[in-house]
């Protein structure tokens, strides 16, 4: 009996051990944890996401069927599978809070052999400073629109065929 009583005891501090464990790595990712909100909306039109980036007071709207990550600073990711967690060379969109439009645009131009176009566009009610750069981990030409958000900020988005560049950029809310 008192064998049964031991066993029992020692099955039960097992289970509270592997629970405390499973406790402890309960809802942990190798992704950087970013204090945002997602609020999903449905429409007749189309399904998308609402995402609020509180650190820099902007909100947009992406397509479901996007995941979006943040590098945990400056810069989300958007990509098609939900395990990818961050990738600087596909789709970003970036803050910057050092180097206004022209600059940022003049530091692409040091590379002539990548540089292809620059066009202004309106999106929206916004109209964006747009570049065709080559991407060697591409392995083609992606745009890249510029928005000047205030004296402060700039904003760049690298548009890489995963999310909805109008969709993303008409949306945007400061």
């Not at 029992?8 to 990712?29: D, E, M, Q, R, Y």
């Not at 940022?104 to 964006?128: D, L, N, V, W």
């Not at 992606?142 to 890489?160: M, S």
Request: aromatic residues 14%; charged residues 20%.
């Amino acid at each position: 009996m008192k064998n049964k009583f031991t066993v029992l005891g020692l099955a039960l501090l097992s289970l509270v051990i592997v629970g405390a464990g499973c406790a402890k790595n309960f809802g942990t990712s190798s992704q950087t944890p970013v204090d945002n909100m997602v609020k999903d909306v449905s429409s007749t039109e189309e399904s998308y996401l609402t995402y609020v980036w509180k650190e820099y007071g902007i909100t947009f709207n992406y397509p479901k069927k996007v995941f979006v990550t943040s590098d945990g600073f400056n810069m989300l990711g958007f990509s098609d599978n939900p395990n990818k967690g961050f990738d600087l060379s596909g789709e970003t969109l970036l803050i910057d809070g050092n180097e206004k439009v022209e600059g940022m645009i003049k530091a692409y131009k040091r590379y002539p052999k990548y540089f292809k176009s620059q066009t202004t566009e309106k999106i929206g009610k916004y109209s964006f400073a747009k570049i065709e750069y080559y991407s060697p981990a591409a392995g083609r030409y992606l745009p890249h629109y510029f928005l000047q958000i205030n004296d402060n900020l700039t904003l760049e988005y690298t548009y890489a065929g995963i999310g909805d560049a109008e969709l993303i950029l008409s949306s945007l809310k400061f």
